[in-house]
């Protein structure tokens, strides 16, 4: 079956340290893959999107995030992370030719000072 | 440029009540969805639309809920009667030309049914 994985439920980082975020997809081919933020009270904001070609795609708010076939990851990062960047995290999922969005289940991001 | 916009942002009411919420998608996205998140389940799909007509409505409670889009430029979801496990954040979110193409989500509506 069709899935997204975030092994992560949560994870704390200290402020100007740097973070990764873990998702595993499940699919027979290689899908579409995106990252979005939720802050309290708000939306899902997207981050960034894989479609194809480079596998390192970069974002907004100085996030970036790699895709691995070989390990069927999609891995998003930050070099330095800010007190703002505290929030949920979601990993999603989309074939490629095809008409379904899988979500993963999120990882809360918590920054100390 | 505008996003989704939900309504209303915040709804409280009593166990048995009927409950509309709203959406207005981006203008010009074809797509649009209907979530709802709670802490025990996470995100769930519970309806999307590709112009205007039910594509998948599988995650959807179909006894007490029914979703609608009479037009490329308004959603409801209506929940009749209301149940306390029904209280979650419900989001609405749009796309453009294709289910698997980036989403944009309103800022939902948080329903508690007491």
């Known amino acids: 079956a069709q899935s997204v994985t975030q092994p992560d439920i949560h994870i704390t980082v200290s402020e100007g340290a740097s973070l990764e975020l873990r998702c595993n997809y499940s699919?027979?081919?290689?899908?579409?893959l995106f990252w979005y933020v939720q802050s309290p009270g708000q939306g899902l904001q997207l981050l960034l999107k894989?479609?194809?070609?480079?596998?390192l795609v970069q974002g907004i708010k100085g996030f970036e995030a790699e895709f691995k076939r070989s390990q069927s990851s999609f891995n998003l990062r930050k070099p330095s992370v800010h007190w703002s960047d505290a929030a949920e995290y979601f990993c999603?999922?989309?074939?490629?030719?095809?008409?379904?969005?899988?979500f993963g289940t999120g990882t809360s991001l918590t920054v100390i000072p | 440029d505008a996003g989704v916009i939900q309504s209303p942002r915040h709804e409280v009411t009593e166990m048995g009540q009927e409950v509309t919420l709203r959406c207005k998608p981006i203008?010009?996205?074809?797509?649009l969805f209907w979530y709802r998140q709670t802490m025990m389940q996470g995100l769930e799909l519970l309806v999307y639309?590709?112009?205007?007509?039910?594509?998948?409505d599988s995650g959807m409670p179909k006894d007490r809920f029914s979703a609608k889009m009479p037009n490329a430029s308004f959603s409801t979801l209506k929940i009749q009667p209301s149940e306390p496990r029904d209280s979650a954040v419900y989001f609405c979110?749009?796309?453009?030309?294709?289910?698997?193409?980036?989403?944009?989500f309103g800022d939902g509506t948080r329903l508690s049914i007491l």
């Open positions: 979110a749009s796309s453009f030309q294709a289910s698997n193409q980036p989403q944009h």
């Open positions: 699919y027979g081919a290689t899908p579409y």
């Open positions: 894989y479609f194809s070609g480079d596998t």
């Open positions: 999603a999922a989309a074939p490629n030719t095809g008409n379904q969005f899988y």
């Open positions: 203008s010009g996205h074809d797509y």
């Open positions: 639309f590709n112009n205007k007509a039910v594509m998948d």
